[in-house]
């Protein structure tokens, strides 16, 4: 696609489901990142992919979120047992390599109520 | 570990104005700095890339400088119009790869 695409684009869970969140690069891109957004603040660094390998997950809060790219291209996070701390904006960039330019989606709402 | 600041916090402007955003880092080893806006509700929309070997970009009426041995970059807008009202959020790459965001400066114009 032309650009990072993200979905669901809002998801509403109830505290203590299970949800996915589906990140899709722009094709050709090695590197890809998930960041977390909570109102009034800079992206937070969740996770970093280069190629199908997860080269940086430090940012990754405790073990209920995990993150997958088994192919290299779309990538998935994962969440467990949602808490209502989890709520935020969830975004997705992709860059061609490490140190190049970063593209952003348009980032996934979610609300745990 | 790298700390991303951006002064003002918030800025408003009358339309037409010159304006200037800054953005400062404690780890000058970076690899670039790069500059998004923010809409709200929206995602981020990358601006400008500095690379760490260069000084500045400049792309229409924007124009973005750096200076990694003190650590600060500025975003230069020219001619100020309603439509640039947006949060301006700058972002460093380091060692690991990952972006360091700062909190953003939210910038209104007037008309």
């Known amino acids: 696609g032309a650009g990072v695409s993200q979905t669901p684009s809002n998801k509403v869970t109830e505290k203590g489901k299970y949800v996915e969140l589906r990140c899709d690069p722009i094709?050709?891109?090695?590197?890809l990142y998930w960041y977390r957004q909570s109102l009034g603040q800079g992206p937070e660094f969740l996770i970093y992919f280069q190629g199908t390998g997860a080269a940086d997950d430090s940012g990754l809060p405790n073990d209920r979120f995990f993150a997958v790219r088994p192919e290299g291209s779309v990538s998935t996070l994962k969440i467990q047992r949602t808490e209502r701390g989890d709520s935020a904006v969830y975004l997705c960039?992709?860059?061609?390599?490490?140190?190049?330019?970063?593209?952003f989606g348009q980032g996934t709402r979610l609300t745990v109520v | 570990k790298q700390e991303v600041t951006q002064i003002p916090a918030a800025l408003s402007v009358p339309e037409g104005e010159n304006l200037v955003l800054n953005c400062s880092f404690t780890d000058s080893a970076i690899y670039n700095l790069q500059w998004f806006r923010q809409d709200p509700g929206k995602g981020l929309t990358s601006l400008l890339l500095i690379q760490s070997s260069q000084r500045e970009q400049t792309s229409g009426r924007l124009n973005a400088s750096l200076d990694k041995s003190s650590g600060r970059s500025t975003l230069y807008i020219a001619a100020s119009q309603p439509g640039d009202s947006a949060t301006y959020l700058c972002?460093?790459?380091?060692?690991?790869?990952?972006?360091?965001f700062g909190k953003g400066t939210k910038l209104s114009v007037i008309p």
């Open positions: 094709s050709g891109h090695t590197a």
């Open positions: 960039a992709s860059s061609l390599k490490g140190v190049t330019e970063a593209f």
């Open positions: 972002a460093v790459v380091a060692g690991s790869y990952q972006l360091t």
